[in-house]
């Protein structure tokens, strides 16, 4: 109720709070509640109780899961509607399943009280908690129906003008798109509106870098390419950076913006740019529509070139006067993303026999999963691949889950070992870049062999690997555990290798228990990690972690696990981006709003997205953010002495000596007002109990929260884990 009068005139009455659930005393004088008045149903003045609905279709034996909800009705104002989720016995029903549950419904209530729709669905919308919201029925299956959704009403595709605004919204809605990010303006504000009308969901940021973040993040974790809508000139230009980004960690991305009339074109129209040529360097495909008859195809061409091979960026250009133009009679429609999907591609046979021998003949495997395998789903295979054989594995960070931490053999906390010690590593997903230490000694032994399964390696890669197997990850761990049948795996003289590796893990989770059952004040990384770790813990569901900045991201990397399932990590990537935070966690709450999103950021990090905290509270987006705020980057003065003291000179012989330190902040900042001023749930905390009461609070209400928690300044590293990269004078 905080900032909300008409609320709080509502609910305030006689000096009492209204708190607007239904109850009865009983016989004993216990108060049972028994619902929400505004969740009652009014069907034409009768009014219905949702909970008495609830409990005749949960009587049904084919019934696991059921909400009934009110659903707008031309003739009585409300009617009954219910979403269900069928257990085995319900599934053998088949089509018959709606008219027997309405029927059974029939025997036990008045003829008034049988839902009119049912949603048979796999999954039911819940908060992080795994409580279910009556108020978001609507918006979920009816409003914006699920495909496959049974008795729900269908969206009249055929209503709206047939001009280019509504080709491109019939087209993305064939290419499986449901949510599109932007910025709108001219000439795409009528675009967003059009998408809305067609079941798309458009989120409208504040600022087209992070709107590119959350489309990137969006195609990664949906499988679908994300849908970044800009306007022309500089709307491209911003746009440019979740478009790199894209291509650079390979997440299938389509960028989609209106240009300057095509008559106008050379002649300095409002916000012209060749914007094909701008965005070439970062795309696989960049085409431009020049007639709504071509809008079609040339989505359908993005998307294909999205996703295929290696998966990154492309962009679609539709002039101004093609978005306004009439379309011709009737064009085709693309075909489901599914089919501009490529087949997922197996490696030739001879290859995987030989880089089979290899591991076979190892003495100290090791298996290495990167993001490029979470993409490609392969976690099924590469956990079969991984125990089946008994390989030690170790994955990326963003690789993380595919297989699980909790797994026998998991190398995660003997990384510098497994790295140093393979002599053969098998490769899934995973570039052997900066982050990999480019496959190279010291971090790895010189002799090591590489067998490096990829869609499209680089010609690099390639060239430094014994094998490269070209294939899906999940369909070359298939030919793999294949191709091992008949051999004797774990080998017994791998038995020395993986104890080793046991053992230097064991040791460093005790190391690190020791460092987590400290409680310090100031609080520092370790303990404000573990008061989260614990607290994501207590979740129904794991939620889906985001973290960027130097320390923060680093060290949430390293205390906020097990990570057990995969794509519920995401961070700063291949470039170690910052500013993706807020952009991310939008991508995962308008993906799958039923995970709880947690993003862990530092100060430094959010200041570069943090007026999306807006975006956050306007969508009433189910995302907890958590800053960790040092005052800074890094936190603290930590230049050398001659540095500091030649800077001081400086600044005094020009008049500015009081210019504060580079990276320093305002030693005042308070980010949960920036959540307050915007009607969000903002809370500052200095305290392990205060952030384990704050987060207790912010996870139970499903919504919006931001918690500002005081960090010694000192308690870090510059730059994180990539100090070395940022040179320092020697001290004197």
């Not at 299956?141 to 209503?159: E, M, Q, R, Y």
């Not at 798309?200 to 949906?222: C, D, K, T, V």
């Not at 981006?577 to 430094?604: C, F, K």
Request: hydrophobic share 45%.
């Amino acid at each position: 109720y905080r900032a909300n009068p008409a609320a709080n005139e509502e609910a305030f009455a006689g000096g009492w709070f209204h708190t607007g659930d239904q109850g009865r005393l009983d016989a004993e004088g216990y108060l049972q509640l028994t619902g929400r008045i505004k969740e009652l149903i009014n069907r034409g003045g009768e009014k219905i109780s949702p909970i008495e609905v609830d409990g005749a279709l949960l009587s049904h034996r084919g019934v696991a899961e059921a909400v009934a909800f009110a659903a707008p009705d031309a003739k009585y104002g409300e009617t009954v509607a219910a979403a269900v989720v069928l257990n085995e016995e319900g599934k053998r029903l088949g089509e018959g399943a709606v008219e027997d549950i309405k029927r059974h419904v029939g025997t036990r209530l008045s003829a008034f009280k049988i839902p009119t729709q049912i949603f048979i669905t796999d999954e039911l919308p819940k908060t992080a908690t795994g409580k279910i919201q009556r108020r978001f029925m609507v918006d979920a299956f009816i409003n914006k129906p699920k495909d496959g959704a049974v008795g729900g009403s269908t969206l009249d595709l055929d209503a709206l003008p047939n001009d280019g605004y509504y080709t491109i919204a019939k087209s993305l809605r064939a290419l499986g798109v449901r949510v599109v990010y932007g910025v709108i303006g001219i000439p795409v504000t009528q675009l967003a509106s059009t998408l809305q009308a067609v079941g798309i969901r458009f989120i409208s940021f504040r600022n087209e870098q992070s709107a590119g973040y959350a489309a990137a993040a969006a195609g990664y974790l949906s499988g679908i390419p994300g849908v970044l809508l800009t306007v022309s000139g500089p709307g491209v230009i911003h746009a440019l950076a979740g478009l790199s980004h894209a291509q650079v960690n390979t997440w299938p991305l389509v960028l989609l913006s209106g240009s300057c009339e095509t008559g106008e074109v050379g002649k300095g129209s409002f916000q012209e740019l060749d914007q094909v040529a701008a965005v070439r360097p970062y795309t696989k495909f960049a085409g431009q529509a020049r007639a709504v008859g071509e809008i079609p195809a040339v989505l359908e061409a993005a998307f294909k070139a999205a996703v295929s091979g290696r998966p990154g960026g492309a962009y679609v250009d539709v002039p101004s006067d093609v978005l306004m133009a009439p379309a011709p009679a009737g064009p085709a429609p693309p075909p489901p993303a599914e089919e501009a999907r490529p087949a997922r591609p197996a490696a030739p046979a001879a290859d995987v026999a030989a880089a089979a021998r290899l591991l076979a003949g190892a003495r100290r495997p090791l298996l290495v999963v990167g993001k490029g395998a979470a993409w490609a789903r392969a976690e099924g295979p590469l956990r079969a691949l991984a125990s089946g054989a008994g390989l030690p594995a170790l994955g990326t960070a963003m690789g993380r889950g595919v297989v699980p931490d909790t797994y026998e053999h998991s190398a995660n906390a003997a990384r510098s070992l497994a790295l140093a010690g393979a002599d053969v590593a098998l490769v899934f997903g995973a570039r052997l870049n900066w982050q990999l230490h480019f496959g190279e000694a010291p971090k790895w032994a010189a002799n090591v062999k590489f067998v490096l399964v990829d869609v499209e390696p680089s010609e690099r890669d390639a060239r430094v690997s014994h094998f490269v197997l070209r294939g899906d990850a999940g369909v070359v761990a298939g030919q793999l555990l294949d191709a091992l049948q008949g051999t004797e795996l774990p080998r017994p003289e791998w038995r020395d290798w993986t104890s080793r590796l046991a053992a230097k893990s064991a040791a460093a989770r005790e190391k690190l228990g020791a460092r987590l059952a400290r409680t310090t004040h100031p609080l520092d990384y370790g303990t404000t990690l573990r008061v989260v770790r614990d607290a994501l813990a207590t979740l129904p569901r794991p939620p889906l972690v985001v973290a960027e900045g130097a320390n923060t991201m680093d060290n949430a990397r390293l205390l906020l696990e097990p990570v057990t399932v995969p794509r519920t990590r995401l961070d700063a990537g291949t470039w170690g981006t910052m500013g993706v935070g807020l952009g991310y966690a939008i991508a995962s709450a308008t993906q799958d709003p039923g995970r709880a999103t947690v993003a862990v950021e530092g100060d430094s990090a959010f200041g570069f997205s943090g007026m999306e905290v807006e975006t956050i509270v306007r969508y009433g987006l189910p995302v907890t953010l958590i800053i960790f705020n040092n005052g800074g980057i890094y936190g603290g003065d930590r230049r050398g002495r001659e540095l500091r003291a030649a800077a001081a000179r400086g600044l005094a012989a020009v008049g500015h000596a009081g210019d504060p330190v580079p990276t320093d902040f305002a030693p005042v900042s308070r980010y949960d007002l920036l959540a307050q001023a915007f009607g969000g749930r903002g809370v500052a905390v200095g305290t392990a109990e205060e952030l384990a009461a704050a987060l207790r609070e912010a996870l139970a209400s499903g919504g919006p929260s931001l918690i500002d928690v005081t960090i010694d300044p000192q308690a870090g590293v510059e730059s994180g884990n990539v100090h070395a990269f940022n040179f320092k004078p020697p001290e004197k």
